[in-house]
């Protein structure tokens, strides 16, 4: 069970729960959605667990993983699980994933006679299972062409958090679209960091990251950006509500920009590798103390 835990890479799920954490929190006059929630979290979790699956089989059968000298241990390539394996477990996880999801949307959504959201986002759903397993697998991986933080944005930003306030509350407001920015620019932030990593690694595979095509100064550029983005838009998301204690979680974001010019300084791929973890844990804790205030 250990080797499968750990091609979950569960240090990759707090990012994935934050987005459908904060796109769960009820506007004012709504009532929190308990069970929407928790199904919505559970298919968000396995996503991301299905793309990591996918990512460890697809980076081995694409030979990236043979030039890789950072990063943590990967399943597949160190013969812990065999090829044949994966795919199963793939398939089985799609499966899995693919009922969670449609029992989410069916319960919030056909039973309530919003019959064209249901076929909306199922469409939307299946959409994100095949992105997750093309990302890396499959005979034209879209990572592999510089299209990773585009998909990672959209994902991770805008169906996490949107999609789930949608399903679960049957509205979007703009404070909605400031929360989905947040989310999905940290997160790219989070895999433009751990490309900026692997970038010697990735030119040898043939990976043409975005972080590869814009250079080690352009990457950190972009990086800034990215952050100051997130900044900007949970600082927005908060003037919009009308709660005193959402400001509480701003507290991770200041830490962390407290702490950019180590990031500005750094010149050294194999050391950003504590940063991954420092950005995804600065955005599950923004977002965790945005939930726990908001019942303040």
């Not at 990759?12 to 987005?19: E, F, I």
């Not at 979290?41 to 980076?59: C, E, K, P, R, W």
């Not at 509480?248 to 830490?255: F, K, L, R, T, Y």
Request: glycine fraction near 8%; hydrophobic fraction near 50%.
């Amino acid at each position: 069970m250990n080797k499968w835990i750990d091609a979950a890479r569960p240090r990759t799920l707090p990012l994935a729960a934050s987005g459908i954490i904060l796109g769960s929190i009820p506007d004012e006059g709504q009532l929190w959605n308990l069970s929407g929630f928790l199904w919505a979290l559970l298919t968000g979790i396995l996503l991301q667990v299905l793309s990591n699956f996918a990512n460890d089989y697809g980076d081995f059968k694409n030979g990236a993983d043979h030039f890789r000298s950072h990063g943590p241990a990967r399943a597949v390539q160190s013969g812990t699980i065999s090829q044949s394996q994966m795919k199963v477990a793939i398939a089985l996880l799609s499966l899995i994933t693919l009922f969670t999801g449609t029992y989410l949307i069916y319960t919030q959504l056909l039973q309530t006679d919003r019959l064209n959201d249901f076929w909306i986002m199922l469409g939307i759903g299946v959409l994100a299972i095949v992105a997750a397993y093309t990302y890396t697998a499959g005979p034209r991986p879209y990572g592999y062409m510089g299209l990773g933080d585009l998909s990672v944005f959209l994902f991770f930003g805008l169906v996490g958090v949107l999609g789930t306030h949608f399903v679960l509350y049957d509205v979007l407001t703009i404070r909605n679209l400031f929360a989905s920015l947040f989310v999905g620019t940290m997160s790219v932030a989070v895999l433009h960091l751990n490309n900026m990593r692997d970038m010697d690694d990735d030119a040898k595979a043939l990976k043409h990251t975005l972080a590869l095509r814009l250079g080690w100064i352009g990457s950190k550029r972009y990086l800034f950006a990215l952050f100051l983005i997130a900044f900007v838009c949970i600082g927005l998301w908060i003037l919009e509500g009308n709660n005193f204690f959402h400001w509480v979680a701003m507290i991770p974001m200041i830490v962390l920009a407290t702490r950019w010019n180590d990031i500005a300084m750094e010149n050294h791929p194999e050391k950003f590798d504590p940063y991954l973890k420092r950005f995804a844990l600065t955005c599950f804790f923004t977002v965790f103390l945005v939930f726990v205030t908001s019942f303040l």
